[in-house]
DNA sequence: GGCTGTTGGATTAACGTTAATCTTATATTT
DNA sequence: AAATATAAGATTAACGTTAATCCAACAGCC
């Protein structure tokens, strides 16, 4: 049998509230019962039940993490961001994975508020519905989204200016001349994709130009995806001289296609990723991209969160951090040139 | 305030076991009751507070999950795989990361028996004293390690045949005649680096040969520490001919140095990585490397974790994944080809 | 008509903790 | 010396559930 507090009480002949005043420093004991009650409690191995305690306590010092997708590197770097602001302040992490589906997504949710987390932190899908929305309208916890949005709740992200990043994407390809841009923008459910071919329409607007639909593709956003499209691009003999990608992973699909096809990069064509992947800068060529902080994305929301939790009726205020164009070897008209 | 059974209890005027009873379909109430109960209960937005639940119930469904680097994309794969698992039987994880710190493994892990889970897997790092060996042999629930294993337990692992599958990387090059083989092994203070220096070991001596130990390296296992160390040995004049990689991710900094000093791979050097992580078959020459089951891995040892928490009498065996040797572009000597 | 069984539900006692209140002995004040 | 304060600890009730036990009403049976 575990230990508990009933077991070091009659061990040591203290009530039961001596003992759990002792073991939470909660003052009023003497210095001599302290140390007895504590040295029996060494003894006896005692592990604090953290369960029990939160029957009594409102907090549980827990938080639920809502991932869209845990194999994906951006999403790790910012659950690593969470994690190490929780750590921090002594909060624990309930995890799961959605896969982009709003289902899991809800499911996901009831169960963490099961468990009384305290807080949420949430990459939401789109929903097709409005339960959605009314399902996060009604939570009784606070809750923060992580680089995403959902109409109606902008309040509650934190983002990281998508808009203004893929439109320095688009600025600099079109200063550069690029007529026939190969677009291949992300999947239709998330807010990201929203954003940024909305930076890249204004980029195109405020040269009083307008993007060539047929030269726009919404990819779920994998390899493979970049691969193809640009496979097929070539095969229906697209003339493009530049490639933006949703993310830096469809662009290492792209770069196998263009080496395949004896397309030179960035002589040939430019190619511009998003998100900037640890491995980015270790493709041939190093990836061209937009830095992201991801990271800090977790990091800012755990420590958002935190301030909801610790005072529920704050207001909600959607924070933007910066993203930045960062040039590699992917892009041949270097203005900034980074590591 | 949130709707409990008292609440429901009140309102329906039955009492709070039946209730009970109803919403966990205990059986032995009316069809009735059972209607107008749950009715209730979806009108008030009932949620059951599963931490009240588990005070009564021994089992919490909740495990925990030490993961020594959330971000490398190594264990985000295992992760998930854990995840896939627990999501499919109902468990909820609870998550930490080490660092491959052992004081944070430790402190994690008591974290976690306070939380009261069911079972933990870990990826323990090396502790430099007996105390980890003591802390693991005192825990009071399941346990199992994810890929590492750690001496005196080795029982508790599912690994995935380090030593067979470095045995198989050496075994080739050693038959494509290269005898200058530069190895980039991995920390000394994981179980991995131990076995595939065995493997390695027994690649050259089943060849009555020795390897140079001027020809190997332990290093942290970042893209960094491949691109230094090829450096310094280029600029030292070694003549190496290949390089075996800890991992795909030093493979990834060996390759940009190669690529830098205009060595060609595979013709000039061949490089052979670890782990098959998803971007290796998409870096310039794709990588060959040896594809390690990393999902297989999370969801198995999440599978005996079950096993063991459903019978804790039962005893704990190793199981041994199989890793096989994958050949890309980055070796001449195609065997076996796969994308 | 007394016995047994069954159905549908209520009552009660836990689980391990914590907060509020209560008690006793001693110390301090006037 | 009586009144008051303080220190150190005990008692009690509660958090929301669940399991074991209990009870009443009714049916069926010889």
Redesign the interface.
Same mark, same amino acid.
């Given at each position: 049998m575990?230990a508990t507090l009933k077991t070091i009480a009659e061990a040591t002949g203290f009530s039961i509230n001596t003992v759990s005043r002792v073991l939470r420093n909660d003052g009023r004991i003497s210095q001599e019962t302290s140390q007895i009650i504590r040295r029996k409690a060494d003894e006896l191995?005692y592990? +604090?039940?953290?369960?029990?305690s939160?029957?009594r306590n409102p907090r &549980?010092r &827990?938080i639920g993490v809502v991932s869209a997708d /845990?194999?994906? +590197?951006f999403f790790?770097?910012v659950?690593?961001g969470i994690?190490?602001r929780a #750590?921090e302040t002594g909060y #624990?992490? /309930?995890?799961?994975?959605t896969e982009e589906d709003a289902e899991r997504e809800e499911h996901l949710i009831? /169960?963490f /508020?099961?468990?009384?987390v305290d807080g949420l932190i949430i990459m939401p899908s789109y929903g097709k519905d409005r339960r959605q929305l009314e399902l996060y309208a009604?939570l +009784?916890v606070p809750f923060i989204f992580a680089g995403r949005y959902i109409e109606g709740l902008e309040s509650h992200s934190v983002l990281h200016s998508d808009i203004e990043g893929e439109q320095s994407v688009f600025d600099y390809l079109l200063s550069r001349g690029h007529s026939h841009i190969l677009y291949l923008s992300g999947p239709e459910c998330i807010s990201n994709t929203h954003d940024r071919d909305k930076g890249m329409m204004e980029a195109y607007e405020s040269r009083s130009l307008i993007p060539d639909q047929k030269y726009i593709f919404h990819l779920p956003g994998h +390899?493979e995806d970049g691969y193809q499209a640009v496979n097929s691009a070539i095969n229906l003999s697209m003339e493009f001289t530049a490639v933006a990608c949703f993310n830096d992973?469809v662009a290492?699909?792209v770069?196998?296609s263009l080496?395949e096809n004896d397309l030179s990069v960035p002589h040939d064509i430019e190619v511009i990723g998003y998100d900037n992947l640890? *491995?980015s800068q *270790?493709? #041939?060529p190093?990836l061209s991209t937009v830095d992201v902080p991801k990271?800090r994305l977790g990091y800012v929301a755990m420590e958002l969160l935190e301030k909801h939790m610790d005072n529920p009726s704050m207001e909600y205020k959607t924070e933007n951090l910066p993203a930045r164009l960062l040039f590699r070897d992917s892009t041949a008209g270097e203005r900034i040139r980074q590591s």
């Amino acid at each position: 049998m575990r230990a508990t507090l009933k077991t070091i009480a009659e061990a040591t002949g203290f009530s039961i509230n001596t003992v759990s005043r002792v073991l939470r420093n909660d003052g009023r004991i003497s210095q001599e019962t302290s140390q007895i009650i504590r040295r029996k409690a060494d003894e006896l191995g005692y592990i +604090p039940d953290a369960i029990a305690s939160s029957m009594r306590n409102p907090r &549980t010092r &827990t938080i639920g993490v809502v991932s869209a997708d /845990l194999s994906n +590197p951006f999403f790790s770097e910012v659950i690593r961001g969470i994690e190490e602001r929780a #750590q921090e302040t002594g909060y #624990q992490m /309930l995890i799961g994975n959605t896969e982009e589906d709003a289902e899991r997504e809800e499911h996901l949710i009831r /169960l963490f /508020l099961s468990r009384k987390v305290d807080g949420l932190i949430i990459m939401p899908s789109y929903g097709k519905d409005r339960r959605q929305l009314e399902l996060y309208a009604s939570l +009784p916890v606070p809750f923060i989204f992580a680089g995403r949005y959902i109409e109606g709740l902008e309040s509650h992200s934190v983002l990281h200016s998508d808009i203004e990043g893929e439109q320095s994407v688009f600025d600099y390809l079109l200063s550069r001349g690029h007529s026939h841009i190969l677009y291949l923008s992300g999947p239709e459910c998330i807010s990201n994709t929203h954003d940024r071919d909305k930076g890249m329409m204004e980029a195109y607007e405020s040269r009083s130009l307008i993007p060539d639909q047929k030269y726009i593709f919404h990819l779920p956003g994998h +390899p493979e995806d970049g691969y193809q499209a640009v496979n097929s691009a070539i095969n229906l003999s697209m003339e493009f001289t530049a490639v933006a990608c949703f993310n830096d992973i469809v662009a290492m699909g792209v770069l196998k296609s263009l080496a395949e096809n004896d397309l030179s990069v960035p002589h040939d064509i430019e190619v511009i990723g998003y998100d900037n992947l640890m *491995f980015s800068q *270790f493709m #041939q060529p190093s990836l061209s991209t937009v830095d992201v902080p991801k990271h800090r994305l977790g990091y800012v929301a755990m420590e958002l969160l935190e301030k909801h939790m610790d005072n529920p009726s704050m207001e909600y205020k959607t924070e933007n951090l910066p993203a930045r164009l960062l040039f590699r070897d992917s892009t041949a008209g270097e203005r900034i040139r980074q590591s």
